[in-house]
């Protein structure tokens, strides 16, 4: 099977300015991404969706492609992501590319490895799906511990249980979303809205691997763990 992997790196970052080419251990975020794209044997190819000519240089320098410069109305503060995943498809489509899946490949998570995205491959590959997310350990839950507050002020769970719920242990197992990889069908994006309007199958991520960098806070969790990242990979 023919995989594209997709690296989506706007200009315009509001909570930490620069993200995508800020350096992280001598490396800029999306170097991060497109080298581990390349290293799985069965990606063929690593775009570049960006509005910025710097990303779009470093990128190059880095191995990717750019063959396109993303549009204004697809780089705002508000726009979806998921068009863009559908402007790359079509992209492909009008130069008559194969492909068999698309490989989201964030920035916004260095700390993945090669054997998480051929997972997720892996779990594509055993058919019966429209996308193929990735997950890691969640430290809320909102059969617990997650409130929401009404026009009134009032708190309650988010989501409220069948029976009560005392104790941590007894809630039902849920998963935070990571930005590791996703894997999707062309077709699937072509022809929905939303992940979830389809059929969608999880591969779990450490948490060490799972880090999800939005903030300078996560950006500098980030730097400690791959300080000490011989003593967290198992």
């Known amino acids: 099977m023919n995989y594209i992997a997709l690296i989506c790196a706007r200009g315009g970052s509001k909570g930490l300015p620069g ?29 570049v969706s960006t509005d910025s000519e710097e990303i779009a240089r470093i990128a190059l320098e880095y191995g990717a492609e750019v063959p396109f410069m993303r549009p204004k109305e697809l780089a705002q ?4 992501e998921w068009r863009v995943w559908q402007h790359t498809i079509m992209h492909l489509n009008d130069q008559k590319y194969p492909i068999d899946g698309l ?13 998480d995205i051929n997972n997720c491959i892996k779990e594509f590959e055993n058919g019966n799906v429209d996308t193929v997310i990735t997950v890691s350990d969640s430290h809320r839950s909102p059969y617990f511990n997650m409130i929401k507050n009404n026009k009134n002020g009032y708190s309650s769970l988010v ?76």
């Not at 993200?19 to 775009?47: D, F, H, Q, T, Y």
């Not at 894997?183 to 929905?192: A, D, K, R, Y």
């Open 159 to 234: 989501i409220h249980p069948e029976k009560k719920i005392t104790r941590r242990q007894d809630v039902p197992k849920v998963y935070d979303v990571t930005t590791v990889a996703y894997v999707v069908s062309p077709n699937f994006i072509l022809q929905n809205n939303s992940i979830f309007d389809g059929r969608v199958r999880s591969v779990y991520i450490p948490p060490e691997r799972a880090l999800d960098i939005d903030t300078m806070l996560d950006f500098r969790i980030a730097e400690c763990l791959i300080t000490n990242r011989e003593g967290l990979v198992k």
């Open 77 to 80: 503060d508000d726009s979806s």
């Open 103 to 115: 490989i989201i490949v964030p920035t916004t998570a260095p700390l993945r490895s090669k054997e």
């Open 19 to 47: 993200k995508n080419i800020k350096i992280l251990n001598g490396v800029p975020l999306i170097g991060w991404s497109i080298k581990a794209a390349k290293e799985v044997e069965k990606i063929s190819r690593v775009i």
